[in-house]
């Protein structure tokens, strides 16, 4: 368990405090590329680490993210004309370009000196494997941008999609990460002898830190002479990495794909899911249509969201339709798609968790890592210090892997030229 003041350490995530002055110090998912659009259409709103912002792509194609607010009246900028390489107030017609310069001011006289002093708030960003991404910590620490694998990725090959979470990051980070879960709250099959997640309920689990966060491995046992490992990759501070055959009731295995989560606060009571998935084939790109069958199967597909939102249709406020006769007959849980099922337990936990009143046990070995290696950062940081996982080549050349190999095979030799980054 966590005590209550480390609980508040790392859950809460805006400006000043320690959990938010460790989130600063990475690049962060702003929105989705897709949401900008094209050269000059309208701009976006943004809610990231309890900080409101606007998100547009100028008239060059350049993306930028300002403060919500004008400096000059704190009138929205989100109702701002986005033309000319700039973003306009139409309060009274300040206009400020991606650098967050006054480049127009039409309200004063033509040599006022206020043009020059006055700033709106910018923060850098990069377009990079189908999000935009922002760095919003002191300058004079910024890492470089992002570089996972599934990033350098060609576009054939990688599947970007974006979820709304209505809980705090944490424990949605903490659903990701804990692989025995799957056993039972994604057992999609519970009376079908063939359904590998009810071969071995009760996974052994390996992890060892490195520079970027940590690997860790589940072993199942799958009959006398086989295995199902299970090798993940946690990325600080909020992304994991898994191999693809997780899906294999659902039939969704026959791509060669790697998929996982970034969770991204959005304040200290909600936070945006951007799901990932790579595929490492060169020769068998992720078509729309796979992806959109696979996203179905997860309870995230085109048809699942409230129109025009990246929020669910099963959501709280209708209990998830759970089906009770599916529950009790097929599912272990009634809910229908794997991101639904993990979005019912998580979000009804209550906004943010109380881990002081929790008992851990041995299956959660990957969270009380995860836990101290997030503590520890925001210690970093506090010190002056870069936090682990910053620096993006720690973390480049690894990659997740699923594999059922034989019971007595070293998973390690068995494993290795799989868990290296070929793109």
């Given at each position: 368990m966590l005590s209550r003041e480390d609980n508040e350490r790392i859950t809460r995530v805006g400006p000043g405090t320690p959990g938010g002055n460790l989130f600063r110090r990475y690049w962060m998912p702003a929105c989705l590329t897709s949401e900008l659009g094209q050269p000059d259409d309208p701009p976006v709103r943004v809610r990231l680490l309890g900080e409101d912002l606007i998100a547009f792509?100028?008239?060059?194609?350049?993306?930028?993210?300002?403060?919500?607010?004008?400096?000059?009246?704190?009138?929205?900028?989100?109702?701002?004309?986005?033309?000319?390489?700039?973003?306009?107030?139409?309060?009274?017609?300040?206009?400020?370009?991606?650098?967050?310069?006054?480049?127009?001011?039409?309200?004063?006289?033509?040599?006022?000196?206020?043009?020059?002093?006055?700033?709106?708030?910018?923060?850098?960003?990069?377009?990079?494997?189908?999000?935009?991404?922002?760095?919003?910590?002191?300058?004079?620490?910024?890492?470089?941008?992002?570089?996972?694998?599934?990033?350098r990725a060609p576009a054939t090959h990688r599947h970007v999609t974006k979820t709304f979470e209505d809980c705090n990051y944490l424990q949605a980070l903490e659903g990701g990460l804990d692989t025995a879960h799957s056993s039972f709250a994604h057992n999609n099959a519970i009376h079908d002898p063939k359904e590998l997640r009810n071969a071995d309920k009760s996974p052994s689990i390996e992890i060892e830190r490195t520079d970027y966060g940590y690997w860790y491995a589940s072993t199942r046992k799958i009959g006398p002479d086989r295995k199902w490992i299970k090798y993940y990759n946690y990325i600080m501070p909020t992304m994991q990495a898994r191999g693809g055959i997780t899906a294999i009731s659902g039939g969704?295995?026959?791509?060669?794909?790697?998929?996982?989560?970034?969770?991204?606060?959005?304040?200290?009571?909600?936070?945006?899911?951007?799901?990932?998935?790579?595929?490492?084939?060169?020769?068998?790109?992720?078509?729309?249509?796979?992806?959109?069958?696979?996203?179905?199967?997860?309870?995230?597909?085109?048809?699942?969201?409230?129109?025009?939102?990246?929020?669910l249709i099963r959501n709280k406020a209708n209990d998830y339709l759970i089906d009770r006769k599916l529950q009790k007959e097929k599912t272990y849980t009634g809910i229908t798609g794997l991101n639904t099922q993990d979005y019912a337990l998580q979000e009804?936990?209550?906004?943010?968790?109380?881990?002081?009143?929790?008992?851990?046990?041995?299956?959660?070995?990957?969270?009380?890592?995860?836990?101290?290696?997030?503590?520890?950062?925001?210690?970093?940081?506090?010190?002056?210090?870069?936090?682990?996982?910053?620096?993006?080549?720690?973390?480049?050349?690894?990659?997740?892997?699923?594999?059922?190999?034989?019971?007595?095979?070293?998973?390690?030799?068995?494993?290795?030229?799989?868990?290296?980054?070929?793109?």
């Amino acid at each position: 368990m966590l005590s209550r003041e480390d609980n508040e350490r790392i859950t809460r995530v805006g400006p000043g405090t320690p959990g938010g002055n460790l989130f600063r110090r990475y690049w962060m998912p702003a929105c989705l590329t897709s949401e900008l659009g094209q050269p000059d259409d309208p701009p976006v709103r943004v809610r990231l680490l309890g900080e409101d912002l606007i998100a547009f792509r100028d008239s060059k194609g350049r993306p930028a993210l300002l403060d919500a607010y004008c400096p000059h009246r704190r009138a929205p900028m989100f109702y701002g004309r986005n033309e000319d390489c700039g973003l306009r107030c139409v309060y009274h017609g300040w206009k400020f370009d991606l650098n967050g310069d006054c480049v127009d001011m039409p309200s004063e006289p033509a040599d006022t000196p206020l043009k020059a002093k006055v700033k709106i708030r910018s923060f850098p960003v990069v377009d990079c494997g189908g999000i935009i991404w922002t760095y919003m910590g002191p300058r004079d620490t910024m890492p470089p941008p992002p570089d996972h694998e599934w990033t350098r990725a060609p576009a054939t090959h990688r599947h970007v999609t974006k979820t709304f979470e209505d809980c705090n990051y944490l424990q949605a980070l903490e659903g990701g990460l804990d692989t025995a879960h799957s056993s039972f709250a994604h057992n999609n099959a519970i009376h079908d002898p063939k359904e590998l997640r009810n071969a071995d309920k009760s996974p052994s689990i390996e992890i060892e830190r490195t520079d970027y966060g940590y690997w860790y491995a589940s072993t199942r046992k799958i009959g006398p002479d086989r295995k199902w490992i299970k090798y993940y990759n946690y990325i600080m501070p909020t992304m994991q990495a898994r191999g693809g055959i997780t899906a294999i009731s659902g039939g969704h295995n026959d791509v060669p794909k790697i998929d996982g989560h970034i969770w991204v606060p959005i304040d200290d009571e909600t936070c945006h899911v951007y799901n990932w998935a790579l595929g490492y084939d060169e020769n068998t790109p992720l078509t729309p249509e796979y992806m959109e069958e696979f996203s179905a199967f997860t309870g995230r597909g085109k048809d699942d969201h409230i129109p025009g939102t990246f929020k669910l249709i099963r959501n709280k406020a209708n209990d998830y339709l759970i089906d009770r006769k599916l529950q009790k007959e097929k599912t272990y849980t009634g809910i229908t798609g794997l991101n639904t099922q993990d979005y019912a337990l998580q979000e009804g936990m209550g906004q943010i968790v109380d881990r002081s009143q929790e008992f851990l046990g041995t299956s959660d070995r990957a969270i009380v890592t995860m836990r101290r290696l997030m503590l520890e950062a925001i210690d970093e940081v506090a010190q002056g210090r870069m936090p682990r996982g910053s620096d993006p080549t720690t973390y480049r050349n690894v990659r997740a892997h699923d594999e059922i190999i034989p019971a007595d095979a070293d998973w390690r030799g068995a494993l290795a030229g799989e868990i290296v980054a070929k793109f």
